[in-house]
């Protein structure tokens, strides 16, 4: 409950400074060319910040922890991870603010487990929780905040159980906390249309969705992965001024490319559109979105996914006007995100929470169905299985 409670006040405090800076960042403030300074500036203070502070961790480095000692060493990470972090996303970097949140939740419920003097396993839970709180404060699903954070520690679903109760407690009073302290209220980040009565054909778009959004998100870890291999030939100092002098190049292309895609999410539900823009919206946003991880830039690439899995699902229906368009948004959203994240179950409850439950069983097919065809690649390496102990000791 402490943690939750400490998970909310940490996201208010988070969100409300990054919306102080996208006042003064935010693409929309500036023209393109004039913008692109403002990346480049961006990428100096962060390859600075890094120089000064040290570096900042990643999601992958926070995982790695969670299952050696139960969690984070200590939260000097910090220090360089919120002020960068804050600026990348805060310039229209195009990843968002759940894996710094989540990082920072995880890393102070870990610094608080070491102070109460508590074992490897009760840190480990406490971290985890950490971790819900910070992804509800986001997404204003508890449930599915709560399994989200116990699956992306593994590629085959969540091993942690002991955990789950004290995630559900953590992640449900971060969640009223949050609201609260923000009045924010009690709903989800997106509205979708209602999906109306679904039919028996929707679990064939379902699995058709599930594997057509497993090939885009393999697709986007080997770009992903190339993109980083290119980044550790060029000098460390200048991989952060390239990535945001990349980004304003892409933008010129494509508004798509930059930012993390909240805002853009609404008027892509409610407009009618071409496919051509669907597609540039997909392709713009998987691009920025790798240009933004290789180059050092902080964020978290979720709320990426879910944009590109939406504008997937709205591509499809222009072609095949006769399918439930709700039906495909949520299933490409879920295949697109748990083929890089392996969160078959709590994307499934985000997802369903935001579109409607009754599109559980035709979502959690495409989950499904992209976790089992994406089990080879991954781009989080450090989820394993988890430690078990050796038999008779």
């Known amino acids: ?16 400074t990054l919306h102080l800076l996208e006042q003064v960042l935010w693409p929309t403030h500036w023209a393109n060319w004039t913008h692109l300074l403002v990346l480049i500036g961006v990428g100096v203070a962060v390859a600075g910040l890094i120089k000064v502070l040290g570096s900042p961790g990643d999601m992958e480095l926070l995982v790695d922890n969670i299952h050696i ?6 939260v000097r990470s910090l220090r360089a991870l919120i002020p960068i972090s804050l600026l990348c996303i805060a310039a229209g970097g195009a990843m968002g603010p759940e894996a710094p949140l989540v990082q920072t939740t995880g890393t102070l419920a870990t610094w608080a487990a070491q102070r109460w003097g508590l074992s490897t396993d009760d840190s480990r839970i406490l971290a985890i929780t950490g971790m819900a709180a910070g992804f509800t404060v986001l997404f204003g699903a508890p449930l599915g905040s709560a399994i989200f954070a116990l ?6 679903g969540l091993q942690y159980y002991e955990a789950l109760l004290p995630a559900v407690v953590g992640s449900l009073i971060g969640y009223g906390a949050y609201a609260l302290v923000t009045g924010a209220g009690l709903k989800p980040i997106w509205r979708f249309p209602a999906a109306g009565a679904l039919r028996g054909q929707d679990l064939f778009w379902a699995l058709g969705a599930g594997l057509a959004g497993a090939v885009v ?24 001024v390239l990535g945001g002098a990349v980004l304003g190049a892409l933008a010129f292309w494509s508004p798509y490319a930059l930012t993390f895609g909240e805002a853009q999410v609404d008027p892509l539900i409610a407009h009618r559109a071409l496919a051509t823009v669907f597609v540039v919206a ?11 991880m290789a180059s050092g830039w902080r964020g978290g690439f979720i709320i990426p996914l879910f944009f590109v899995g939406l504008a997937m ?9 006769g399918s439930n368009e709700v039906v495909l948004m949520a299933a490409f959203m879920v295949a697109v995100n748990t083929g890089v994240t392996k969160t078959p179950l709590g994307s499934t409850l985000v997802v369903t929470q ?3 439950l009754q599109l559980l069983p035709t979502t959690l097919l495409a989950a499904v169905v ?3 065809v994406t089990s080879q690649v991954g781009l989080i390496h450090t989820q394993t299985e988890r430690a078990r102990p050796v038999e008779g000791t």
Do not use: N, Q
């Open 1 to 16: 409950m402490l943690v939750g409670a400490g998970g909310a006040v940490v996201g208010a405090a988070f969100v409300g």
């Open 69 to 74: 000692s139960g969690g984070p060493d200590d």
């Open 151 to 156: 699956e992306i520690l593994h590629r085959r």
């Open 217 to 240: 998100s393999a697709a986007f870890t080997y770009l992903c992965t190339a993109l980083r291999w290119a980044a550790r030939r060029v000098p460390p100092f200048t991989v952060p």
């Open 282 to 292: 997909i392709v713009a946003k998987l691009c920025g979105t790798a240009v933004t």
């Open 313 to 321: 699902g709205r591509l499809v229906h222009v072609a095949f006007p």
């Open 354 to 356: 935001m579109a409607g």
């Open 370 to 372: 992209a976790l089992l």
